[in-house]
């Protein structure tokens, strides 16, 4: 709550501060020097006056720019002399640092955020070939714009710029790394600002493998451009034929010299864009391939920059054995550190299937702490009244059909359904609840991880396999089903065999009944949403947005700067 205010109380204030600077029109003073020996001493005399317009020791505003790093401007600089520029000329350091954050779209930022266009106007305006004198102001300003743009920079590469729980766009420092502006000032000190950089970046190769991929992708496809296909009111289908055909020619899909008819090549291509974003390839316009051709370049960039972003968010080191769940991939994999090659290896892969759209799987983390091999499936109250009661009121005998229990508010089995009236009950009076029994046709399958969250959610086996076998796999009330259960539960015994045997495991999975396996040592589980993605060979898979997760990252992002999506439509 004092956080909230603290936030409310400094938007105001900035609110105020630009009301009463446009009101006066107190725009910095162009002061001129003639001599290049001359513009250092006065650029840092009009240093001292712009950092007079600080707002206590946290905001510095400067030509209607409010820097929110102002109270770290010390850590890297002491402010007796310029660091990014010498004598009306920008340093090799400035050189540097404006290289790097006119590109901050191949690290996923952007450039905009760091003053990169205003900075390379300053630089611009350095020396007046007109009067032939050198601007003192621009210096200043720039040199003042720069110390913000390596701060912002690096804690942005650090740690985002949003709260994951909240996707709020804030200024956070304390969650920082505690040596983040020693690294900067070193970086600075060294003339080496991409090393310091690189140093604060996240360590996973998750995250560095997709940073390349994408400046690939940015490389490759500089000089092609395409944009999205809408089917809405589709009159002439020849000229959305013709659309189709040049999209999948600019994204390397459709080959042109095949010696088949058009349509023949069209659904190869087809077929061939659907694989790239893990489509069923089917080679037709069904409604998640049109959903994926509404993608344009733009968007397919930021998708990455939202992966990116999502990276920075991650814990710094993860656990030596671990499992991840990405929801718009639906498939998990179980990590292991490998001490010998000090890397880690992939010691499971399999397919899972997550919420609808409609009913999410949670973003979350925890530990996998037991195993419930043959559990009772506990109906979720919305599940209850939403879809098992409206059933029974049509068939008393569904209850039957489906093995369900019915169980009173003293948590006792009722085994009289004729004395309850069916009629009566609705969403606001429900007595009672329901479970299914153990068994193959148990909801949850034979198997069931439990791990504590907030949200009621776990990893099971399921009775309804067929939704493995589809690339939609968007389908639970947003619990896990997991395909390879059986190999899940051999490795969370696996350090715990001599006293639980894989026989008895084996035989536990025969026998229908109940038993607890408490783990030896529990499993960290993340569940994550990740739409792009690339391997140690740099090979690109994006996959939809299917929650709209991105999508609302990226309004929020980019809609601050309407001048930057334009910049970015016309390359």
Known sequence: MLKFLYNILLIAVCVLIFSCRENHNNETKVVEVKKPQNVNEEALKLLKDFYSNSVGDSLLVVNHDTLITFSFFKDVSGG???????????????????????????????PVDYHAYKIASLVGEFFNKKDSAYNV????????????????????????RMNPDTLVMEWNPRKLDTNWTKILKYGIETKNIRQAFDSLEPIHEGYHFLKQAMAN????????????????????????????????????????????????????????????????????LGKYTKQALGLNKETTIRQMEMALERWRWEPKKYPERFAIVNIPSAEINVWEWDKKHKIDTLVLNSRVVVG??????????SKINYMLIYPYWNVPYSIAWKEILPMVKRDTNYLHKKNFEVINSKGEVVTDLSKLNWKRYSKDYLPVKFRQRIGEENSLGIC?????????????????KKYFKTFYRWQSHGCIRLERFVEMARFLIRDDTLKLPYDTLNAYFVRQQQEKINLRKPLPIYVRYFTAAADSEMNLKVYLDIYRKDEHMMQLLYARNSRLAAMARKK
Do not use: C
Not at 356 to 365: A, C, G, I, S
């Open 356 to 365: 609808k759209p409609e009913n999410q799987t949670p973003v979350l983390r």
């Open 137 to 160: 102001s621009a210096v200043a300003e720039a040199e003042v714009l720069f110390t913000d743009a390596v701060l912002k920079f690096g804690a942005h590469l650090n740690k985002g």
């Open 217 to 284: 992708y940015i490389s490759e496809n500089e000089s092609v451009n395409w944009d999205s296909i809408s089917f809405k009111n589709v009159i002439d289908t020849l000229k959305l034929k013709e659309a189709l055909k040049q999209r999948l020619l600019n994204t390397g899909d459709y080959n042109d010299s095949l010696n088949v008819n058009d349509s023949v090549k069209l659904a190869k291509a087809l077929k061939s864009f659907q694989k790239k974003m893990n489509l069923d390839p089917d080679g037709k």
């Open 80 to 110: 007796h002399q310029l660091l990014f520029s010498d004598k009306g000329k920008l340093s090799p350091l400035g050189d540097s640092l404006l290289f790097i954050i006119q590109r901050a779209r191949h690290f996923g930022l952007i």
């Open 448 to 464: 069931k991880f439990n791990f504590n969250n907030k949200y009621g959610v776990y990893l099971h086996d399921t009775n309804s």
